[in-house]
């Protein structure tokens, strides 16, 4: 099992930056996919960053540029650096561990954070 807790979220003036972190309860190993998505009022959730096990990034269009996605398997944290926030950036803000295991694929998820971006 894996227990997920993210922090960093807050309100920002638009254009400005938060760090969100993610700290994982279990060991995070090297082979799974650690994501952030994002839920905005009165809409389906979001895929926002990945980080997959050969160390590639792949970003949602929308923050394509402005977002990065990083881990630390030592410290079994993910973390999600933002620039340049819009308003559209308004969501709960939801981290991600997808492990393959014996064929089966084990999603965990935490809490949520809310990210407010004023205009």
């Known amino acids: 099992q894996v227990q997920l807790v993210e922090s960093g979220g807050g309100l920002v003036q638009a254009g400005g930056s938060l760090r969100l972190s993610c700290a994982a309860s279990?060991?995070?190993?090297?082979?799974?996919?650690m994501g952030w998505y994002r839920q905005a009022p009165g809409k389906q959730r979001e895929l926002v960053a990945l980080s997959t096990s050969s160390s590639r990034s792949n970003y949602a269009d929308s923050v394509k540029g402005r977002f990065t996605i990083s881990r630390d398997n030592t410290k079994n944290t993910v973390y999600l650096q933002m620039n340049s926030l819009k308003p559209e950036d308004i969501a709960v803000y939801y981290c991600?561990?997808?492990?393959?295991?014996?064929?089966?694929?084990?999603?965990?998820w935490g809490q949520g954070t809310q990210v407010t971006v004023s205009s």
């Open positions: 991600n561990v997808r492990r393959l295991f014996l064929a089966a694929v084990n999603d965990y």
């Open positions: 279990g060991s995070i190993f090297s082979s799974d996919v």
